[in-house]
């Protein structure tokens, strides 16, 4: 059973934010708890269908990329008290999304392809061929729109001009941000996969600069399969993959961009199966550790009576 929806009354609530994929509870204005849900997005639209198992493997990739890094750069987690659930700061977000990538693929090469030379005031050579990877990983960053509304590029110039993000700062999310990506990388190499892409999100408290929401999971981040990645680009061929690019390229295949008075194709169950388990395949691959499938024959209760023993022994 997938959970797409929660509405929870913790002790301590302050109010709640339902957001594309993830439910947010302001925990006594201090604290976030954060329930990753079964929904899945694309084209900045929530498809009308849960992927049973999604929301525990995004939530537990985070988790363990999240103590992974935490010596690079603070981050926002304190506990896991349930496979769906993380628990830690609430910050104040800054209002841009760090995207980082080392090839040119998925939307870069879309925005290529149509003659840009230029992406997020980056320059981007002549003669560059899909899925090739750059000489050093750039950094192309977003606004963060409010629900329902695209994010949009914008450059590190105009963030900085505009007074979005002071210079200072914007200039260490930068750095926090390139070596996350490496330190993504070399764990996606023992693993054999490539890091092509990923977004980071930051925020503040009391001070200090904290890594917050998801890192390195596959809504976030894009991975290639390392094994064949030069022989499939040699030949022009498309990259195997692990990440959402192929629930976008199914939707493209049926018509759907996600553009105003389109309908968002029938998700068949056999198709709801196979994005299922490309995500616990991803969580393996990425990971090394076996998916162990929690219990799913009544999340919501389950959760519930995770979250709010864990808020009594706080």
């Not at 929660?6 to 329930?35: A, C, W």
């Not at 988790?63 to 496979?83: E, G, H």
């Not at 001070?207 to 064949?228: A, C």
């Not at 192929?246 to 994005?275: A, Y």
């Amino acid at each position: 059973m997938a959970i797409t929806k929660t509405n929870f009354s913790f002790p301590g609530q302050k109010d709640v934010y339902h957001g594309k994929v993830r439910e947010v509870y302001n925990i006594d204005d201090e604290y976030l708890m954060m329930i990753v849900t079964d929904r899945i997005s694309a084209f900045d639209v929530v498809l009308p269908r849960g992927i049973p198992y999604k929301g525990q493997v995004l939530n537990q990739i985070a988790s363990k990329f999240l103590d992974a890094t935490s010596d690079i750069v603070p981050n926002w987690k304190i506990a896991s008290p349930d496979p769906n659930v993380t628990f830690g700061h609430r910050c104040d977000p800054y209002p841009v999304e760090m995207i980082v990538r080392a090839y040119l693929t998925g939307s870069s090469w879309r925005t290529y392809k149509s003659g840009a030379r230029s992406i997020c005031g980056v320059p981007i050579p002549d003669g560059m061929k899909e899925h090739q990877g750059f000489k050093d990983p750039i950094i192309t960053p977003t606004t963060k729109a409010d629900q329902g509304l695209h994010d949009e590029d914008i450059s590190a110039d105009e963030i900085i001009n505009s007074g979005l993000v002071p210079e200072d700062e914007y200039r260490l999310l930068e750095k926090y941000s390139i070596e996350l990506f490496r330190r993504g990388s070399e764990i996606a190499a023992e693993q054999g996969l490539i890091l092509v892409d990923t977004k980071y999100e930051f925020g503040r408290k009391d001070g200090k600069i904290y890594l917050i929401d998801e890192i390195h999971t596959p809504d976030s981040s894009r991975y290639f399969y390392s094994d064949g990645y030069r022989e499939r680009f040699n030949k022009g061929l498309k990259q195997k993959q692990l990440s959402k690019e192929f629930v976008r390229e199914w939707l493209m295949s049926e018509g759907f961009k996600g553009e105003p008075g389109q309908e968002v194709p029938e998700m068949t169950d056999e198709f709801v199966n196979q994005v299922s388990e490309r995500y616990i395949e991803l969580f393996e691959r990425i990971t090394g550790d076996k998916f162990e499938k929690a219990d799913i024959s009544d999340v919501e209760s389950r959760i519930e009576k995770n979250v709010s023993e864990f808020l009594k022994a706080l």
